[in-house]
């Protein structure tokens, strides 16, 4: 089976630093990807791992262990355009569907 | 570079009437269409994907059709909908190859009474 698990939400203060976890349980894999979901929009990409270690990007950075099923989004300097779910999904080719959605967490960002 | 358009943004329909969204993508060639529904409070669900014109698959069973009438060309059906069809309609794209990124349209949100 599939199955992806993040934390409903959280809440960090501006100019703080946050980690979104994401674990996977797929029959295959192919890649891991990250979104971004502002309230009452699309969803953005944001970030993709295939390998394990650490991808760059600006202020956020994502990280894949696949031996682990594990993966986390870490956004440093949160500024309030933070606040918005973020989307984690897998890559799955022995699966019926091409991407597997988390339900994803929602990050509020407080003053 | 790529854009991808949906319509209508906003859609306020009865039980029992039927729908049509539709989703069109440009500056690509045959990319690879998604229609996905996202329930309040819920994550995305899968309903329809499609690798090419007239190739169609459906991953929930439902009321709903999708077709693809052109190549960059999406449509989401309905004959009647249900209360149960409520939800924020999503149209996304890929190309096919690497990654196989999806990139996601602005999305219908649609309120059936």
């Known amino acids: 089976g599939q199955n992806i698990d993040q934390p409903t939400e959280m809440t960090a203060t501006e100019g703080a630093i946050v980690q979104i976890n994401c674990t996977y349980q797929t029959s295959g894999f192919n890649g891991l990807f990250w979104y971004q979901q502002h309230a009452g929009e699309a969803p953005t990409f944001l970030s993709y791992?295939?390998?394990?270690g650490l991808e760059e990007k600006g202020r956020f950075s994502s990280f894949l262990s696949r031996s682990k099923g594990y993966s986390y989004l870490l956004l440093k300097e949160l500024q309030m355009k933070d606040s918005a779910s973020y989307l984690c999904?897998?890559?799955?080719?022995?699966?019926?569907?091409?991407?597997?959605f988390g339900k994803g967490t929602r990050l509020s960002v407080i003053a | 570079s790529q854009t991808i358009h949906q319509w209508p943004a906003t859609l306020v329909q009865p039980v029992g009437s039927p729908l049509s969204l539709e989703c069109t993508v440009e500056g690509t060639s045959n990319p690879n269409l998604y229609w996905y529904r996202q329930a309040a409070g819920r994550g995305l669900q899968l309903l329809f994907y499609s690798v090419g014109i007239g190739q169609i698959s459906s991953e929930v069973p439902q009321n709903l059709s999708a077709s693809r009438p052109q190549d960059r060309q999406f449509i989401l059906s309905s004959k009647k909908l249900l209360l149960s069809d409520s939800g924020f309609y999503l149209c996304a794209w890929s190309d096919g190859t690497g990654p196989d990124t999806q990139y996601f349209g602005p999305g219908t949100r649609l309120t059936v009474l």
């Open positions: 999904a897998v890559s799955d080719p022995s699966g019926n569907t091409p991407l597997v």
């Open positions: 791992n295939v390998l394990d």
